[in-house]
């Protein structure tokens, strides 16, 4: 009698909806999934105009990054987004090996010129780094509480360079809500970034956030997002919190807007 292979468990996808506020008005809608496994994990967002926001831009975004799981670290392996334009789809792509940012292409011209005041290499920027879609998921242990609070991080979207530091916790708005964790931390350009993103990063309040854990306990992800920037506050808010879901809701990739309608 021959016994069958043990069966090898695929990844478990989670999905939650977030909504972007500024003023108190709403402007867009995130649907995000996290596809996880044993080994592997894999972040998506679609993000589009919502609400109000419509009247401004009918624009939309996907946002991919991946990697591997090694313990309680990640290993980012890739990172892919796209944003449809008047009437075509940019795109840009990440690589990385072992860890590092090994190569990056896109198809984006800027209209003007940026006039980067510290330029970044590619090559210089070396191990430590995530991308900002990925800073915002947290793999740890429930028992280590805020220590990824308290620890910098350096953020690379392939073109430019920052850092997230913790701030103190003095004058938040308010506690965490049961089971979640309290954060703080300012946003810092270190390269890659014209003059006018580091004069309005000065002006820039700390970024308060409140992460939940998700379903299968190994991950968390922000509950809610405040700051208060020079045009008034933004809050992201997760209005569906992540649960365990077989319907995709984000595509595999963005088609091209539709023409505008002719006029007679």
């Given at each position: ?10 990844p ?8 972007i506020?500024?003023?108190?008005i ?7 999934e996290?596809?996880v496994?044993?080994?592997?994990y894999?972040l998506s ?10 009247l ?13 799981i ?5 290993e980012?392996?890739a ?17 990385y090996?072992d860890?590092?940012p ?6 984006y ?11 970044v290499a590619?090559?210089?920027?070396g191990l430590?780094?995530?991308d ?10 429930p ?12 953020l690379?979207d ?10 103190s916790m003095?004058?938040a708005p ?8 309290a ?9 890659g ?7 309005r ?26 700051v ?16 365990e879901?077989?319907?995709?809701i984000?595509?595999?990739k ?9 006029e007679?």
């Amino acid at each position: 009698m021959t016994l069958a292979p043990p069966a090898i468990a695929g990844p478990v996808t989670y999905s939650s909806v977030y909504q972007i506020y500024l003023r108190g008005i709403l402007l867009a809608r995130a649907n995000v999934e996290l596809a996880v496994s044993a080994q592997q994990y894999q972040l998506s967002a679609l993000l589009r105009s919502s609400g109000i926001g419509f009247l401004f831009s009918d624009a939309s975004a996907l946002v991919r990054t991946s990697g591997k799981i090694l313990g309680e670290n990640i290993e980012p392996e890739a990172l892919q987004y796209s944003w449809t334009d008047d009437d075509s789809v940019n795109f840009a792509r990440l690589d990385y090996a072992d860890g590092a940012p090994a190569a990056y292409e896109t198809n984006y011209k800027p209209e003007t010129p940026q006039n980067i005041v510290v330029p970044v290499a590619l090559e210089d920027v070396g191990l430590g780094t995530r991308d900002p879609f990925l800073s915002l998921l947290v793999l740890q242990s429930p028992e280590k509480g805020d220590a990824f609070c308290r620890t910098p991080m350096r953020l690379f979207d392939g073109r430019r360079l920052a850092q997230l530091s913790p701030e103190s916790m003095a004058g938040a708005p308010r506690d965490a809500t049961t089971g979640g964790v309290a954060c703080r931390v300012r946003w810092t350009p270190i390269a890659g970034y014209p003059k006018k993103t580091y004069e309005r990063a000065e002006e820039m309040r700390p970024v308060d956030l409140e992460f939940v854990g998700i379903a299968n306990g190994r991950f968390m992800a922000p509950r809610e997002v405040n700051v208060v920037t020079r045009f008034g506050t933004v809050r992201i808010v997760a209005v569906q919190p992540f649960r365990e879901s077989n319907l995709p809701i984000v595509p595999a990739k963005l088609s091209p807007p539709p023409p505008d309608d002719e006029e007679w």
